[in-house]
């Protein structure tokens, strides 16, 4: 299901059908700082590019849980070249902006 | 910018192969040795089973992986080093999303598998694995784990209590989260709980369920095949409980979950 648009600038971003951002992903948000700056470095990644680069033991153990509440905030998205190939992320504008306020 | 180097640390300086402590899993994809013995479908199961491991969330036998892999027959051996920036629990946890992402990514191409996770020297590198790590996590996917689940070794399972012990919220640390307790004490993984941080969780939910029932109708004149799969209902049905979605339970009057969290004694 799509993110709305519309919600992504709220506290809680939501699907198109109203499922809303998990709690439990929130305290990952502090991560931003450690791992958007990789993420634009790298342009396209996928879960290894990106977890071969993150050094800190206790950074790169909850990598999962990152991922998926910056996708959640609109901040990188899903880029994969074709449906059945590994899952490739992108930095999106709304991650360059809020790598640029950080 | 560095890189790690997780093979290039089972070398020394000389060349020579070494020992490292390490998290380990080994993983047995149930079902294969069938699939590859299918001479009308056998093409077609590589495929598959080569899309399950290297074309979903991660690619589990890339080679500059950060999680050294080999792949032996119908089992996988993962390693994650531990160093000095990465301790005991951090591999461990990280090993506990890793095994959930696989076990996922497998579930979701039809494929369950049972294993073990145990902590302590470990060697791979150029197609060799070797190490005591490796034989404990053998022995326990051979012994303990019985059904498709992936479980912890006593030592595993000793360190992330010893690490809950130490934080204000234990409920809310990752090895809380991840794992779970079967009605036989065994701790698991509780793989169906990585669904829960996806934008749309609830239609790969709906997928596993009807896998599922697809492979409890396919087994049921072969009852030990088929306990497999009842137990894998009965954990689905479990998730579907904690989740709130009875709508998503696999109807099925001899599949009765009683599983428990992971917390301190």
């Not at chain 1, 206790?58 to 074709?82: N, Y």
């Not at chain 2, 479908?41 to 969330?57: G, I, M, P, Q, T």
Request: proline residues 6%; negative net charge.
């Amino acid at each position: 299901m799509p993110l709305n648009l519309a919600t992504l600038d709220s506290d809680t971003p939501r699907t198109t059908d109203g499922r809303a951002y998990p709690d439990h992903l929130r305290a990952y948000e502090s991560l931003d700082a450690d791992l958007l700056p990789l993420a634009a470095l790298l342009g396209e990644f996928t879960y290894d590019d990106i977890a071969l680069r993150v050094h800190s033991g206790k950074v790169r153990s909850v990598l999962p849980r990152w991922l998926a509440s910056a996708e959640w905030r609109g901040l990188i998205e899903r880029r994969d070249p074709e449906m059945a190939s590994v899952r490739v992320n992108a930095i999106t504008p709304r991650g360059v902006a809020r790598l640029e306020r950080i | 910018m560095p890189e790690a180097e997780p093979r290039g640390a089972f070398v020394d300086e000389d060349g020579a192969p070494r020992l490292l402590r390490c998290v380990v899993l080994f993983l047995d994809i149930l079902g294969v040795s069938d699939l590859a013995l299918d001479r009308a479908r056998r093409d077609r199961n590589l495929v598959e089973l080569d899309r399950a491991l290297r074309r979903s969330s991660r690619d589990f036998l890339s080679e500059d992986s950060p999680w050294p892999s080999a792949l032996l027959s119908d089992s996988l051996v993962v390693a994650d080093a531990t160093g000095p920036d990465f301790d005991d629990v951090a591999a461990l946890n990280e090993m506990l999303f890793q095994t959930g992402i696989l076990q996922l990514q497998l579930a979701s191409h039809g494929f369950f598998a049972r294993g073990a996770i145990s902590i302590g020297p470990h060697h791979v590198h150029d197609g060799m694995v070797f190490g005591p790590a490796l034989v404990e996590a053998y022995r326990l996917e051979n012994r303990k784990a019985v059904n498709p689940r992936v479980v912890l070794s006593r030592e595993a399972c000793e360190i992330l209590r010893s690490d809950m012990e130490g934080v204000s919220a234990p409920g809310e640390t990752t090895q809380a989260d991840l794992l779970r307790v079967d009605q036989d004490g065994v701790v698991f993984i509780d793989y169906l709980k990585v669904l829960l941080d996806e934008v749309d969780p609830i239609d790969d939910l709906r997928r596993h369920r009807s896998l599922v029932e697809a492979k409890l109708a396919e087994t049921r004149n072969e009852s030990r095949k088929w306990g497999k799969y009842r137990w894998v209902a009965e954990y689905h049905n479990d998730f579907c409980e904690r989740l709130d979605r009875d709508d998503l339970r696999i109807d099925n009057p001899d599949v009765s979950p009683g599983f428990q969290g992971f917390s301190l004694p």
